[in-house]
């Protein structure tokens, strides 16, 4: 398995693979980047079909924790991790003891919080080892409320730029996945009159979204060719793809989803459709936000945090009409600003 010469290789500073027989853990951490500051991201537990699948995952999620990092103001790098195995099976106190004497031994270059399949409790584990996790219960909690406040002001920014009016009343939104992000997006949709398009593999969360916001439920694939104003996919990676477009009908693309473009070309695809792409990154960075508010001098500060996550609003504008002047697709144009952002280097 190539890691230097890994096509998602891209001068991470410091690449760890964690190994203990006796708990069972195989993880790989990830430093890209902490040239603004320690590098933070959270921690995800995933059944990958091979280790190679792991390296891709922890080497592009960890470079985006860059990218989200910067563009969202924070004095802070980017890491990230993925534990290997099924979490319905791997999961011990052991094995999370054992993951947090390796992110110590990073000595506080990487810190680490919840992602996928790891909960406040995982992390309070973890916690037990070393000082450098974020994300803790009684802390800043739970993220995900976060980043479907910003995901919504995305939402808004977009309707904005793309239909003149950031007005969501009327419109309708095609959301994909109703968890802890999605849920929530619901919530603020459904209150601005917004009309709500529903998809998920759980049909309990199906069945609230219908009842508790008169969402129309569709089937997983339908979701894509909905006639709808904003497509959010808010579940897995990868949904922008060739098969995806192809069926798309809505104006613009919006959610919270990471790594939503399946290759990078595709948001070059999207900008010749007339589909307003509003950059995964920027639009979901409202979770690590409150995440880095824990961790910042002054202590965790709910207010800051939420006054922090509005920003992403005109960070958005910025981006979508830098994209219109330069012709130049919207996913391209935050990479440029990041890449400037670090460039400048710490304040
Ligand atoms: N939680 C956060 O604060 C946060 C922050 C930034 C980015 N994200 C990203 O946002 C996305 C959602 O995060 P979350 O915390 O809400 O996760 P979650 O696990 O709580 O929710 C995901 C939802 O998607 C559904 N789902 C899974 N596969 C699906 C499919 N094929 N079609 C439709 N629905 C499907 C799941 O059943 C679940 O309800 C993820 O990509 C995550 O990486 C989350």
Redesign the pocket.
């Known amino acids: 398995m190539a890691v230097f010469n890994h096509p998602e290789f891209d001068n991470h500073e410091q690449v760890v693979f964690c190994s203990d027989k006796e708990t069972g853990l195989k993880a790989i951490i990830a430093i890209h980047s902490t040239k603004l500051g320690p590098s933070v991201g959270g921690c995800r537990m995933w059944d990958y079909v091979a280790d190679e699948d792991a390296l891709v995952d922890v080497l592009r999620l960890s470079r985006g924790m860059t990218y989200k990092n910067a563009m969202a103001g924070l004095p802070i790098g980017g890491g990230k991790s993925v534990i290997i195995g099924n979490a319905k099976t791997i999961k011990s106190e052991a094995l999370f003891r054992k993951f947090g004497q390796y992110v110590h031994s990073l000595s506080g270059r990487y810190i680490s919080a919840e ?2 399949n790891i909960t406040t409790a995982d992390i309070s584990i973890v916690h037990k080892e070393t000082p450098y996790v974020a994300g803790l219960e009684g802390k800043s909690g739970n ?2 409320p ?2 479907a406040l910003g995901t919504y002001q995305g939402l808004k920014a977009a309707a904005l730029h793309k239909f003149g009016s950031a007005s969501l009343q009327g419109l309708t939104v095609a959301v ?7 849920f929530y997006l619901c919530e603020y949709l459904h209150k601005e009159g917004a009309k709500l398009i529903v ?4 049909p309990d ?1 199906i069945s609230r979204a219908v009842a508790q916001f008169d969402a129309t439920a569709v089937g ?1 694939d339908e979701i894509y060719s909905q006639q709808c104003d904003i497509y959010a996919p ?4 990868a949904t922008i793809n060739d098969h995806s477009i192809e069926q798309f009908k809505c104006k613009i693309i919006a959610g ?3 790594n939503q473009l399946k290759e990078t070309r595709h948001g070059e695809v999207l900008r010749q459709k007339g589909i307003l792409y509003a950059p995964d990154y920027v639009i ?1 960075a ?3 936000i409150n995440v880095y508010s824990e961790m910042s001098p002054q202590g965790y500060d709910e207010a800051w945090s939420t006054s922090k996550v509005m920003d992403i609003y005109s960070t958005l504008l910025n981006i979508f009409q830098r994209a219109d002047a330069e012709q130049q697709p919207t996913n391209a144009v935050a990479d440029l600003m990041a890449q400037e952002i670090i460039a400048r280097g710490k304040k």
């Open positions: 992602d996928v993220p995900g976060f980043t994909q996945g109703l968890g802890s992000v999605g998809t998920d593999i759980n969360a997983l808010c579940a897995l990676g919270c989803a990471n979901n409202g979770g690590i």
